[in-house]
């Protein structure tokens, strides 16, 4: 988004200053309201004057009636907009527009898009639509330039491939705020100089640089500051989380993964004051959770559940993350600021009541005031270039007779190796019921579309198969199942559609969420998007056999992360992120009975 309200309008200057000194009216009075200052920690009653875009006055209330409008705040408390420092749109299934519609009247008024998913299925081509995607709306979108596409070089294939030259004509765009999380770790703590290349890039450009650094501790963690890296939100615990604040990280705490937060929340009430370097992100949210519960408000509303002060996570939310983005008029209710608010009924619920962007009344109860414009470009065109798959694709093939023994993928999201020893079968290894197959499909058509099978352990009993286009990161096809009939209904419902998430069970597809746009997204409401996950979910559920928190719905789209340690299964093989190896088959050894 390019601001459309220049706070350095001397004209709007002069006005601010007149009003502030009561030689002239304000624009609009906020009256009877409670502001909460999060750069003090006070929660005071105090009137907002407002003129244009800009906060002119805090003021003692009932001082001032001059106004061409009102606005009553009575019992009402009145905060900073909320700022999420990290986020990839793409995960929540909508276009930026359905995004803005949805999450500005929830009271975010300032996000940082990485379109690492976009990048991943379209390369440049994906960023530049997302930018323009972004502009004109009430959501001020700050967009970061992908810094690991894929994530995992040498591991996987996505869509494109980004070197530091594709990162550094990103960086020359006015548009891009930054390099988005690198991800490959193993990368810049080799100093291979693919990765080396990309972040010295984003640092010489002077702007953000930002990170994820799951699992990294000692001496990795310090060298991965060491390397130029300023942020991570990769956050297990509340140790890991005081130890990456320890080694300099700005904190992007995430709502993604609900079982970290009450150890961060003990961490941090462990500190004499809340870290400046500590702000709030949302990363992933599906729709029906962004529609029913919400994106940051709903952050918020659990943290403050788990015991944080309300202010502390209000001042993480805005001020701290205001100050890690490089924006001095966001983050505060204060003259001379931009007029970025939300009107809360309290601090306890945190609903939101209205929402002002610039000055403008744009949400209240809700509902976004007025119509978003509509996207002033076409959508991507179709990127599932495959042909329809058969049930012999998806067949565990194994050249031998007896028994086989299997390398395996053991458990969701913190995954270890594991051997199996599987009965063959005219060919075919049989599997016991608690073990499952994975395929995934190069989507792209950078690479033969032929399935890469791997085998998964501790990942319950499965009655059927799911198939996603939503596929961290490189977001090829990926099946899950045990019967190849199952697997192929579901994969072919998705090569039909356009890419999405499919579930069938008995040969038949029994939920289709289909995303056309890059095989990730919709340009439908959000609402509509948001029900057919839902059914999808529901589907999903009938099939699979879930133990939170890891074995869970979530873990499908991850399963495939070929950047973070262990093994995972992708597109050239089970790799191996935490050795760089990469093994072309899931047969370990066979051997006759």
Same mark, same amino acid.
């Given at each position: ?81 909320? &700022? !999420? ?194 702000? &709030? ?176 352990? !501790? ?13 961290? !990161? ?70 699979? !056999? ?48």
């Amino acid at each position: 988004m390019l601001e459309p309200y220049d706070l350095n309008d001397p004209a709007l200057r002069d006005r601010a200053v007149r009003a502030a000194r009561g030689e002239a009216p304000f624009d609009l009075l906020i009256v009877g309201g409670t502001v909460i200052d999060v750069a003090t920690g006070e929660a005071r009653l105090a009137d907002i004057g407002l003129v244009g875009a800009l906060i002119a006055s805090v003021h003692p209330p009932g001082t001032r009636h001059d106004a061409a409008g009102r606005m009553d705040a009575t019992g009402r408390v009145i905060a900073p907009g909320l &700022i !999420d420092t990290h986020l990839h749109i793409e995960s929540s299934m909508v276009t930026p527009r359905r995004y803005a519609e949805t999450v500005v009247p929830q009271g975010t008024t300032t996000i940082c898009w990485d379109p690492h998913e976009l990048g991943n299925v379209l390369g440049l081509d994906g960023v530049r639509w997302a930018i323009e995607a972004a502009r004109d709306l009430p959501l001020r979108i700050l967009v970061l330039a992908p810094s690991c596409v894929p994530s995992a070089p040498g591991l996987e294939r996505a869509g494109a491939t980004f070197e530091a030259a594709e990162m550094t004509e990103m960086l020359s765009w006015p548009a891009v705020a930054g390099v988005a999380e690198v991800m490959d770790m193993r990368g810049l703590l080799e100093r291979q100089p693919h990765m080396a290349d990309i972040v010295a890039a984003g640092m010489a450009s002077g702007k953000l640089v930002c990170g994820h650094a799951r699992g990294l501790e000692g001496a990795d963690l310090q060298a991965f500051a060491a390397g130029g890296i300023q942020s991570d939100h990769e956050i297990t615990s509340g140790d890991d989380l005081l130890a990456k604040l320890r080694a300099g990280f700005t904190v992007e705490l995430r709502g993604s993964h609900d079982q970290v937060l009450p150890g961060a929340v003990a961490a941090l009430r462990t500190l004499k004051a809340l870290p400046a370097t500590l702000t &709030i992100c949302t990363d992933d949210v599906f729709p029906d959770d962004l529609v029913d519960v919400g994106g940051m408000i709903d952050v918020l509303r659990r943290l403050v559940r788990r015991g944080l002060p309300p202010i502390d996570a209000l001042q993480a939310a805005t001020l701290n993350a205001a100050l890690r983005i490089g924006r001095r008029d966001l983050g505060l209710v204060a003259p001379g600021r931009r007029a970025d608010l939300i009107v809360l009924a309290d601090l306890d619920s945190f609903t939101v009541e209205a929402v002002i962007v610039s000055g403008q009344v744009a949400a209240r109860g809700g509902r976004l005031l007025g119509e978003l414009r509509k996207d002033r470009q076409p959508l991507p065109p179709p990127t599932m270039r495959l042909a329809p798959l058969s049930p012999d694709d998806f067949r565990l093939r194994v050249p031998t007779t007896g028994t086989a023994r299997l390398r395996t993928v053991v458990t969701p999201r913190f995954t270890a190796w594991g051997e199996l020893a599987v009965p063959v079968e005219g060919g075919i290894g049989v599997l016991p019921e608690d073990a499952l197959l994975m395929a995934v499909v190069h989507r792209h058509g950078r690479a033969p579309a032929t399935p890469v099978i791997g085998v998964l352990q !501790d990942w319950g009993r499965w009655t059927g198969a799911l198939a996603t286009t939503v596929a961290h !990161d490189s977001h090829n096809l990926v099946v899950f199942g045990r019967d190849p009939a199952d697997m192929a209904a579901a994969a072919n419902a998705l090569i039909a559609s356009g890419g999405g998430m499919a579930v069938a069970s008995g040969g038949e597809v029994r939920a289709l969420l289909a995303l056309p746009v890059c095989g990730l997204i919709s340009d439908a409401p959000a609402h509509d998007v948001a029900d057919a996950f839902r059914a999808l979910r529901h589907a999903a559920d009938r099939i699979a !056999d879930w133990l939170p928190p890891l074995r869970t719905f979530k873990s499908v789209v991850g399963a495939s992360l070929a950047c973070n340690p262990g093994p995972h299964v992708t597109d050239m093989g089970i790799a191996d992120g935490t050795t760089g190896e990469v093994f072309e088959t899931f047969i370990a050894a066979a051997w006759q009975p």
